[in-house]
């Protein structure tokens, strides 16, 4: 079993930054490749950003590239999605979520793992 616990969610400005934390534990986080999700109220729950278990490999879904960036550490068993010029359509619940394969993908239903979500709000 993995255990992935969310932090770092919150409301913010238009054009302003948040850092979202997973905590992992459980299972041999340097071997998992984790990735971000998130659900906006009416919507499906839609791909973010995805990373290795090596981080040599990221993934970015287009509404995000340029804006948010992956990384992961992995003495710390934690991953980390920077976000930057924040815009109201990225209010969602953003969830972590993991692999059982250290290879990064971009389907929702090939991760087998996820956190209960944190709320990020960004207000015009």
């Known amino acids: 079993q993995v255990q992935l616990i969310e932090s770092g969610g919150g409301l913010v400005q238009a054009g302003g930054s948040l850092r979202l934390s997973c905590a992992a534990s459980?299972?041999?986080?340097?071997?998992?490749?984790m990735g971000w999700f998130r659900q906006a109220p009416g919507k499906e729950r839609e791909f973010v950003a995805s990373i290795s278990a090596n981080s040599i490999i990221t993934y970015y879904a287009d509404s995000v590239k340029g804006r948010f960036t992956i990384s992961r550490d992995n003495a710390k068993n934690t991953m980390y999605l920077q976000m930057n010029s924040l815009k109201p359509e990225d209010t969602a619940v953003y969830y972590c979520?993991?692999?059982?394969?250290?290879?990064?993908?971009?389907?929702?239903?090939?991760?087998?793992?996820w956190g209960q979500g944190t709320q990020v709000t960004v207000s015009s």
């Open positions: 979520a993991a692999r059982v394969y250290p290879v990064a993908t971009m389907t929702l239903n090939s991760f087998h793992y």
């Open positions: 459980g299972r041999t986080f340097s071997s998992s490749a």
